[in-house]
């Protein structure tokens, strides 16, 4: 396939848009949406979020979602192509993280309380010990669908540590199945990030990290051994991650435990499942994704901040649980 040099998106997207029937239609209003710099409300939106997800990559190539936590206003902008936080990822050396000036990053921000969320893929173009800036590649909103509202809350003396000061001793678990702790916090959870790449990561702005959310009933993520899978609901049609898988595979998922503070991190390998016997029956599933895990870790108290459930999306009411797919099969 020849890539139209004027397409906002990288082969891989465009290939998974033409085999769903809709690269027309998202060519026709991509334009609008994804930009090289980021507008007024977007930067504004930044400045006020207590925490953000970024798609980070490690030594080895493998992406990593990672969350950065601040004050509001430790995000600024100083211009409508630059963003500069104030803080530091916690986990740069016990993920071995690439965290260098002139490598690739994604960030997704995410106000739970309101449902916004926007993202932007760059470049770091300056660190030191206290900050460090993203150069915008491509900057684009998203819509709210399977964010379930929340109202967070710090807890105490949080901001003056360290995240991994209030973390209990780290749990590892390279190529191996993964424990029956980690496996109940997975199939558990309602939201979760996940961070994937490109093959190539090169000065093509189309080339990069992403960092995206997922949201879904309680028992929408199911793990069978050493493989995670979770469904593919209908989103805003650029395909963003499914193009990044079929690209390259690698990617991180960030699981947050907003009860307890605790967090778990996963990369492995992921393939996009066309057909799976359970498509036609997990309500809401377009597609599934399985993950093949290759390393995890969890923490506990990792993030300094909880989160009360205020409402799930009312877009869960349309999806299922692959708790209610097995109880409903003979």
Not at 203 to 216: E, L, N, Q, V, Y
Request: hydrophobic share 35%; glycine share 8%; with cysteine.
């Amino acid at each position: 396939m020849v890539q139209k040099t004027s397409s906002q998106f990288h082969a891989a997207e465009i290939a998974v848009q033409e085999r769903l029937g809709v690269a027309d239609r998202v060519a026709q209003v991509s334009e609008r949406f994804i930009r090289q710099s980021m507008p007024p409300q977007h930067r504004q939106f930044f400045h006020e979020l207590p925490f953000i997800v970024l798609g980070l990559v490690d030594q080895q190539g493998y992406p990593w979602a990672i969350p950065l936590f601040g004050k509001p206003g430790f995000i600024t902008s100083p211009n409508e192509t630059a963003l500069t936080l104030e803080a530091l990822p916690s986990l740069t050396n016990l993920l071995s993280l690439d965290f260098t000036q002139g490598q690739k990053v994604g960030a997704l921000g995410i106000q739970l309380d309101s449902r916004r969320r926007n993202r932007l893929n760059g470049i770091i173009s300056a660190i030191n010990d206290k900050r460090f800036t993203i150069e915008v590649e491509q900057s684009f909103g998203n819509c709210p669908q399977y964010i379930q509202k929340r109202e967070l809350q710090w807890q105490t003396d949080a901001l003056t540590d360290s995240p991994l000061d209030h973390a209990a001793p780290i749990s590892w678990q390279p190529e191996q199945a993964i424990d029956q702790h980690l496996k109940t916090m997975i199939e558990q959870a309602d939201t979760f990030f996940i961070a994937s790449r490109t093959a190539l990561l090169d000065t093509d702005p189309r080339h990069g990290i992403d960092a995206s959310h997922r949201g879904g009933k309680p028992g929408f993520i199911k793990v069978e051994g050493n493989t995670l899978y979770f469904p593919d609901f209908s989103g805003n049609r650029f395909f963003n991650t499914l193009g990044n898988i079929e690209s390259d595979g690698r990617v991180g998922l960030f699981f947050p435990d907003f009860t307890t503070g605790d967090a778990a991190f996963i990369t492995g390998q992921a393939k996009v499942l066309w057909e799976h016997p359970a498509i036609p029956d997990y309500q809401g599933a377009e597609r599934i994704i399985a993950v093949s895990i290759e390393r995890s870790t969890q923490l506990s108290r990792f993030m300094p901040m909880t989160g009360e459930l205020k409402e799930p999306s009312p877009r869960l009411n349309g999806t299922g649980r692959w708790l209610d797919l097995d109880d409903n099969r003979p």
